[in-house]
């Protein structure tokens, strides 16, 4: 008797287990497939280059790693410094969005407009979390592929209703297939 309840239980919980698998399934969502989207995931790597600061050349490093399943792209640049900073791309049913977590203590959110232009993904601000009025924060976010293994980033610093850009020219140095 005792064997047979230890099978009856084994057999409730495997099916518990498989509707699981199943529910889970139907309830996960699809990322949506788009030009900006595919040239983001394009970046997934190691990237050496440099930035502009005035007249100053300063090196730089950004990781880019999928995260979430395949749902968001983690843009890390300058780890272990005190400008290190945080981008998570991700889809929001067909639009590419992006929130910055600056060094500037503020997080702008960005939605991709509209562009004919695979190489260019535009980053336009839509709003942020501890940005009072006056605060400077990015307001603009430009990523230009250059070929597979250079792009360039603008980012656009807005204080004042006047944007400041920097620019970016990075170098891969890491596929995603090395890491």
């Known amino acids: 008797m005792k064997r047979v309840i230890a099978v009856l239980v084994g057999a409730f919980v495997l099916g518990l287990g498989i509707a699981g698998a199943e529910d889970h399934e139907m309830h ?9 989207w595919e040239s983001i995931k394009s970046l997934v790597g190691e990237w050496d280059g440099y930035h502009m600061e005035g007249d100053q050349k300063m090196p730089t490093h950004v990781a880019i790693r999928m ?6 792209v983690m843009h890390w640049i300058d780890a272990g410094t005190p400008h ?4 998570m ?3 929001d049913k067909d639009t590419l969005m992006a929130t910055h977590y600056c060094s500037a ?3 702008p959110r960005f939605v991709a407009a509209p562009s ?9 601000f839509k709003d942020g979390t501890n940005i009072r009025p006056g ?11 250059v070929d597979a293994d250079h792009h360039n980033e603008e980012w656009g610093y807005e204080l004042g209703g006047k944007i400041s850009s920097g620019m970016f020219y ?3 140095v890491k596929s995603a297939a090395q890491h």
């Open 116 to 124: 004919s232009d695979p190489k260019t993904v535009v980053f336009q």
């Open 135 to 145: 605060d400077g924060h990015m307001g603009r976010l430009a990523i230009t592929l």
């Open 89 to 91: 791309f991700h889809v």
């Open 67 to 72: 995260t979430g399943d395949g749902s968001a």
């Open 170 to 172: 990075l170098t891969r």
């Open 28 to 36: 996960v969502s699809k990322v949506a497939s788009t030009p900006q």
């Open 105 to 107: 203590h503020n997080q």
């Open 84 to 87: 290190e900073m945080v981008t």
